[in-house]
């Protein structure tokens, strides 16, 4: 039977990705349901294959089939039940009550309890940069403190309503206040309460370049990173210049021809009576953002496929945080998706096969990753490859995976520290789906990016005003000492622990050895 997993969404962006997800993985089970429809019974015609959905044991990992008409949501056990009441194992948290309200009213309010929803109006506010900047202090010092009973009960409930637990998966970002700042507060407190669950967290992660929206991001993000350090079982880090990047190749755009570049471009003039308010931000466009919360969703519900159906080789979370983390408090894991956009059917099975050996090498490629990187030029310290798809077979995946890993820096001692999984079900409007997970030193490059940021304002005590009413700024100096350990320790491995690259094959991209980073030697000792 599968073990549930219940879902915790933080703030704007937890909730927002973790409706796309939700839309996600019904879409899928709705497909599978038709497709087994359709096994079951081929002469009906299609709109009569099952006249009432069922409920069946892939459903139970996210969901609840209960009786609305039972004051606490009655569970319907059994599987193969008449669908009556769907509730998602979810637990929703805001500081604000609009991103909340939006769930609600969305056509997937009804997944959602009322009594697993945390919320607080005292957060909402004007001044963007010191109410992020207090939800972010005010998040684990007072709105965590305050809300612990209600986040206590909240899980107690989800518990309740579990056979078997597996994991808690957590949804939040690092860059605005209350996903930060309440989402640290509930890693810590998953962590105390209950430390036999493993906490998976997919943390989204500021643009370390460019435009930020929020002026105490890098504040936000290192406090953040030393409590996903300190308590998470593993993280998922996904950049949001990685999905923008993915996005805007995603789009389709008009071919240009000899005379186009010759042409001067045309500028938009207000017209004759029409109002310009030149003082109004810019209108942010929501479907990019659509697009953007999309492509974790996939990347969520890949992950979760073999907790949810059958195949040749199952993965489950457990697996992922016991196998790719062979050191403690270096779980942050590099994610690459392919197929990125939808792919034709293929005909015949040679077809498949050629298609199937470019997307397994893609997932190196910088363009697939869903955290800015470039995987191959640092020393991988353990991975996962997990597929989906009824056309793809086990020696396959294990082949195309075996060329793809020369392409790698292994650890000299763990050169087999590659988990495997395949899913016999597709994802929606593709015939196969493929994750790579890396833990890799790479990731200390976009960290050491982001403390750079934090020291730039905190060497001047920028914004820090905005914080002192809420915690000693002692713990700023201790959150920094974090990440730059964090950063020492994936950089003393990438430089002592891999195979020489003068000894790599020539496929590889290596023609000298790597000196990405560059630290103190005292931060670059052995522990």
């Known amino acids: 039977m599968p073990r549930e997993v219940v879902v915790f969404q933080i703030g704007q962006c937890g909730n927002q990705i973790g409706s796309q997800f939700w839309q996600t993985v019904l879409e899928e089970h709705a497909a599978a349901a038709r497709a087994r429809a359709g096994a079951t019974a081929p002469g009906r015609p299609p709109g009569l294959q099952s006249a009432v959905p069922l409920f069946d044991a892939s459903m139970s990992t996210f969901f609840r089939n209960v009786d609305a008409r039972h004051p606490d949501y009655r569970d319907l056990r059994g599987d193969d039940q008449p669908i009556k009441t769907l509730k998602a194992r979810a637990i929703l948290i805001d500081t604000e009550e609009g991103v909340l309200n939006a769930a609600r009213r969305s056509a997937l309010g009804s997944l959602f309890d009322e009594r697993q929803i945390v919320a607080d109006v005292s957060g909402a506010g004007n001044n963007c940069v010191a109410v992020l900047a207090e939800r972010g202090a ?15 009960e909240a899980a107690r409930r989800a518990l309740e309503h579990a056979d078997s637990i597996q994991a808690f998966l957590l949804l939040h970002s690092l860059g605005g206040g209350t996903g930060s700042g309440l989402g640290s507060y509930v890693v810590e407190m998953l962590a105390e309460e209950l430390p036999e669950v493993p906490r998976f967290c997919c943390s989204i992660v500021p643009s370390p370049v460019g435009a930020d929206d929020v002026v ?48 001067p471009r045309r500028s938009r003039t207000p017209r004759e009576g029409e109002r310009v308010d030149r003082r109004r931000p810019r209108v942010r466009n929501d479907g990019a953002f659509d697009k953007m919360n999309g492509l974790v969703a996939r990347a969520l519900a890949q992950l979760t496929c073999s907790l949810r159906f059958d195949g040749s080789l199952s993965v489950d979370l457990d697996d992922i945080t016991t196998n790719l983390v062979p050191y403690p408090g270096l779980h942050f894991l590099l994610s690459s998706l392919a197929p990125l956009a939808g792919v034709a059917p293929e005909r015949g099975a040679a077809s498949v096969e050629r298609t199937f050996a470019q997307r397994v090498a893609d997932l190196l490629a910088s363009s697939n990753q869903l955290f800015a990187s470039q995987p191959m030029r640092s020393l991988c310290l353990a991975s996962a490859f997990l597929a989906r798809g009824p056309l793809i077979s086990v020696s396959s995946l294990i082949h195309n995976v075996a060329k793809l890993r020369r392409k790698l820096r292994l650890l000299s001692f763990n050169q087999d520290a590659t988990r495997f999984g395949l899913c016999a079900v597709a994802p929606q409007g593709q015939p196969y789906g493929l994750l790579a997970l ?5 990731v200390a490059h976009l960290f050491s990016t982001v403390h750079g940021r934090f020291n730039q304002l905190f060497t001047r005590k920028a914004h820090l005003h905005h914080y002192d009413h809420y915690m000693d700024r002692g713990a700023f100096e201790a959150a920094s000492e974090s990440v730059l350990s964090l950063v020492a320790d994936y950089s003393y491995l990438n430089r002592t622990h891999g195979p020489s690259p003068a000894y790599l094959p020539a496929s590889t991209h290596f023609s000298r050895p790597c000196s990405l980073y560059a630290w103190p030697p005292a931060l670059c000792a052995p522990r």
Not at 139 to 145: D, K, L, Q
Not at 438 to 442: G, P, R, V
């Open 138 to 152: 005010h998040g684990y010092c007072e709105y965590g403190r305050g809300f612990r009973p209600q986040l206590c």
């Open 216 to 263: 105490t991001s890098p504040y936000n993000s290192v406090l953040a990173l030393a409590y996903l350090r300190e308590h998470a079982s593993c993280v998922l880090p996904v950049s949001n210049d990685a999905l923008i990047k993915i996005c805007e190749a995603s789009e389709p755009r008009p071919k240009l021809t000899a005379w186009d570049s010759t042409l």
């Open 438 to 442: 890396l833990n890799s030193c790479e």
